[in-house]
Structure formats: structure tokens, C-alpha cells
Nanobody, 116 residues
Framework: QVQLVESGGGLVQPGGSLRLSCAAS????????MGWYRQAPGKERELVAR???????DYADSVKGRFTISRDNAKSALFLQMNSLKPEDTAVYYC??????????WGQGTQVTVSS
């Protein structure tokens, strides 16, 4: 089993910054990638950014140049630095791990609200 716990969400004004963290525990051998997804009210969950085991990142077009994903392998932690936040970034943000032969694991989510 793999457990993922997100933290760092909150309320921020437009143009502000937040840093999300995801702590992973359990067996994460054969990890293919970890990533951040988000779901706004009335919308489907969507990819925000992910980072593959080799370190290559992948971003949604809507966040390129504003968000940065990173990973601390030693601490099994995943981060998302979010800058220049916009109201349309408001959503519940989820951490996900995809492990070969075992599938997806999700965290419980953390709310990010961008509003003045």
C-alpha cells in the first residue's frame, strides 16, 4: 500500500504564491511517476504537472511558466510551487503516484482558493 498526504493549500490573492507538498509512505518501488491533479467544482479532474522517475517534468499548458514541480527522492516527497496564481487555479489539488503493475494511488486533496 501507498499513502499520500497533501498539505500547503489555502486562500491566496491573485498574483500570489503557494507551495504544495505531498508526503508519500509505503512501498513505492517501480514508481513510474508522481504528479499533481486538480478538480474545480463542476469540472473533471485534470493533470496539472507530473514528474517521471527519471526526473523529466510534464506540465499542463495552463500552468507552464507559473508552476514548478519537484521531488525529493530521499524523503519520498513531492512539491508544487505555484506562482502568479489566478482565480481559475482555484480547485482541490490531489497528489497521485502511478506505480507499475499496481496502478494509481491518490491523496485526499488540499483546497486552493485564489480570490481577492
Amino acid at each position: 500500500q501507498v499513502q499520500l498526504v497533501e498539505s500547503g493549500g489555502g486562500l491566496v490573492q491573485p498574483g500570489g504564491s503557494l507551495r504544495l507538498s505531498c508526503a508519500a509512505s509505503g512501498s513505492i518501488s517501480r514508481l513510474n511517476y508522481m504528479g499533481w491533479y486538480r478538480q474545480a467544482p463542476g469540472k473533471e479532474r485534470e493533470l496539472v504537472a507530473r514528474i517521471f522517475a527519471g526526473g523529466k517534468p510534464d506540465y499542463a499548458d495552463s500552468v507552464k511558466g507559473r508552476f514548478t514541480i519537484s521531488r525529493d527522492n530521499a524523503k519520498s516527497a513531492l512539491f508544487l510551487q505555484m506562482n502568479s496564481l489566478k482565480p481559475e487555479d482555484t480547485a482541490v489539488y490531489y497528489c497521485k503516484a502511478y506505480i507499475a503493475y499496481r496502478g494509481d494511488y491518490w491523496g485526499q486533496g488540499t483546497q486552493v482558493t485564489v480570490s481577492s
